[in-house]
């Protein structure tokens, strides 16, 4: 059974840091692809950014540059770094994982994804 516990999150000024954490149990993450995801009140969930198991990431527009996503096989642990955080990144955010590469142009598709943590809040105040 794939678990996915997350812990991070809270609340920031515009400008501010946070970072995102994602801890496994029942797999090793090194033969999965994992992501970030995050959903507004009345928005859909949408993707972040997302790693392959051959490290290769991709991220949306709205937060290259800003956002850092990186794993760390050892510890069975998914991070996101997030810079420069503005009043738009204000939503739940939620890890993911799914067996196996995927192709960097569906790697933000959540529909693919198998297992999911159970969420955390970020608000980010102007």
């Known amino acids: 059974q794939v678990q996915l516990e997350q812990s991070g999150g809270g609340s920031v000024q515009a400008g501010g840091s946070l970072t995102l954490s994602c801890a496994s149990s029942?797999?090793?993450?090194?033969?999965?692809?994992l992501g970030w995801f995050r959903q507004a009140p009345g928005k859909e969930r949408e993707g972040v950014a997302a790693?392959?198991?051959?490290?290769?990431?991709t991220y949306a527009d709205s937060v290259k540059g800003r956002f850092t996503i990186s794993q760390d096989n050892a510890k069975n642990a998914l991070y996101l770094q997030m810079n420069s955080l503005k009043p738009e990144d204000t939503a739940m955010y939620y890890c993911?994982?799914?067996?196996?590469?995927?192709?960097?142009?569906?790697?933000?598709?959540?529909?693919?994804?198998?297992?999911w943590g159970q969420g955390t809040q970020v608000t980010v105040s102007s």
């Open positions: 993911a994982a799914t067996l196996g590469s995927l192709s960097p142009r569906v790697m933000l598709r959540r529909t693919l994804y198998n297992y």
């Open positions: 790693i392959n198991p051959d490290g290769s990431t």
């Open positions: 029942g797999y090793s993450y090194s033969t999965y692809s």
